[in-house]
């Protein structure tokens, strides 16, 4: 009889493709197991049956548990799985990208090892945020400055159309109570948009570390990504919610965040712009599950042959 460790392993093009998978499914509170190629999800109402190659991403909530089996045809099948806070609202940690293929995370790792291209992504991704503006003479120091006019810029500019008092900035790490309304709803956006990046960046295969702007930390690139959307979504949907109500900011604005997200297809234009940032020639990576081997002047060659010989040999 099969077992799963035997299973040979499938291929992209046994696998449902990922523009027709569902974009995510989200669970909480239930065991989660495998049926066959399906993975199942158990509480108190019964057993729920989902199949594993319909999944582009499984979100595990609060409460959940997974088996090992249910996690092997989830590899199987080239869903990801990210466990995320309640609703979704969080990422804490995820499991493989969704794609076998390193073209991302090589071209990232590229651009960050070259000095100038490294400057041409951080003012590629100023441009994202400021479109009326050309950094391409910029230096770091100047882009720096300019970033941080324009966010104070937008705290002002909210502050007047929602009525919301603003007296600045205010965030100690660790006492999230400490700010006003405004200043903790602004941190609510924030961490839930690092959360966002964090899942994207993952699911792309690139490294969270590896960031254009941000440096030092584990997160640098998700950091990165995140910033892309601050004044545009985080800080305007922050001073919506202040000016709402002082009660319960923090729920209320991870709430809304992940309306907004929903609204305006946030993760796909997330997805593309990761692309055009990293892919700055405009090509598009291969998705092929395909390995090869470098050779002189950067060539790749087939991999799983012999080259010691004049005659190449299959190992």
């Not at 582009?56 to 959940?64: K, Q």
């Not at 249910?70 to 969080?90: K, N, P």
Request: hydrophobic share 40%.
């Amino acid at each position: 009889m099969t077992t799963v460790g035997k299973r040979t392993a499938l291929t992209p093009r046994h696998l449902t493709r990922i523009g027709e998978r569902l974009s995510f499914v989200y669970l909480e509170r239930c065991t989660v197991h495998r049926d066959a190629n399906a993975i199942t999800a158990e509480d108190a109402d019964g057993t729920r049956h989902i199949p594993s190659a319909t999944i582009g991403t499984l979100l595990l909530g609060p409460g959940t548990r997974i088996t090992h089996q249910a996690m092997s045809v989830l590899g199987e099948t080239g869903a990801a799985v990210a466990w995320v806070g309640e609703h979704g609202v969080r990422y804490y940690a995820g499991g493989r990208a969704l794609t076998r293929s390193a073209a991302l995370a090589e071209a990232q790792a590229a651009q960050w090892a070259n000095v100038r291209s490294r400057i041409a992504v951080a003012r590629a991704m100023y441009r994202l945020r400021f479109p009326a503006e050309d950094p391409a003479r910029l230096t770091r120091h100047e882009l720096l400055g300019r970033e941080g006019t324009r966010v104070k810029d937008c705290y002002r500019a909210q502050a007047r159309r929602t009525g919301v008092p603003w007296n600045g900035r205010q965030y100690t790490p660790g006492d999230f109570t400490s700010g006003d309304p405004v200043n903790q709803a602004i941190t609510a956006a924030a961490q839930c948009m690092y959360g966002i990046a964090h899942a994207v960046v993952a699911s792309l295969g690139c490294s969270p570390a590896l960031g254009f702007v941000h440096s030092g930390h584990e997160l640098s690139f998700v950091m990165d990504i995140a910033d892309l959307y601050k004044t545009e979504i985080g800080i305007p949907l922050a001073f919506d919610i202040a000016a709402e109500d002082d009660e319960d900011v923090g729920p209320r604005t991870r709430r809304a965040l992940r309306d907004r997200v929903n609204e305006t297809s946030l993760l796909d234009r997330c997805v593309n712009d990761i692309k055009d940032l990293l892919l700055l020639d405009g090509a598009q990576p291969d998705e092929q599950d395909r390995v090869t081997l470098r050779s002189d002047g950067d060539r790749k060659v087939a991999a799983g042959r012999n080259y010691g010989g004049d005659a190449a040999a299959v190992w």
